[in-house]
């Protein structure tokens, strides 16, 4: 059996035994959701949000793409955001990275990636740039990395507090508490950057 036919054997086991320990749970589910998180996170396969945190089903709105970037020239970040605030009316957004992300080391290389990925990744060189001085003080390669990954986190809540979906939100007086997160890989631990 190839993996994808074994996810959908377990998807089947899961279903049908959610379904005889909490009746009518698929049910419910289906009527719509109202999540207060909007989570996101790098497209990593080791850093799955709801298997981190225990989520349940329902509980995180979620955007990922490589290295957790929120970029203001991202429609497809922006309506996810959109929709979280003003539609789903989250109470936290929260930016989550995590250490061996291989966006973030593609940044940290003089070797430029294929296109596309090189393309989105100039997002974290230019935080590079702009944390150039601090990064050089640090003179082990791979905490020098970690550093890099926590910056990204912060400068991607700060993308979201400027943006237009945030300030609106405020200024209506809708509250929205903002958070940076960090997971890493080698302990299965989140840490609070922001
Ligand atoms: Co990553």
Redesign the pocket.
């Known amino acids: 059996m190839d993996t994808l036919e074994q996810l959908l054997e377990q998807n089947k086991t899961w279903a049908k035994s959610t379904n005889y320990e909490k009746p009518g749970y698929f049910k419910e589910l289906a009527k719509g959701q109202k999540p207060e998180i909007l989570w996101i996170g ?1 497209a ?1 396969s080791r850093v799955p949000p709801s298997v981190i945190t225990g989520a349940d089903p329902g509980m995180l709105f979620m955007h990922r793409n ?2 957790n970037l929120a970029v203001h020239t991202d429609a497809a970040f922006h309506a996810v955001l959109e929709y979280a605030v003003d539609v789903l009316k989250v109470k936290h957004v929260v930016v989550a990275g ?1 250490y061996n ?4 080391h593609a940044a940290c290389s003089a070797e430029p990636a294929p296109d596309s990925i090189d393309h989105w990744i100039q997002h974290i060189r230019d935080i590079r740039r702009m944390y150039e001085k601090e990064l050089m003080e640090e003179k082990d390669p791979v905490k020098r990395e970690d550093r890099l990954v926590d910056l990204n986190v912060t400068e991607q809540v700060r993308n979201i507090k400027t943006s237009s979906t945030i300030k609106k939100a405020r200024k209506r007086g809708q509250q929205v508490a903002l958070h940076g997160l960090v997971y890493d890989t080698g302990t299965g631990l989140l840490k609070r950057v922001v």
Request: hydrophobic fraction near 35%; proline fraction near 0%; aromatic fraction near 0%.
């Open positions: 790098c990593d490589i290295a995590h992300c291989g966006g973030v």
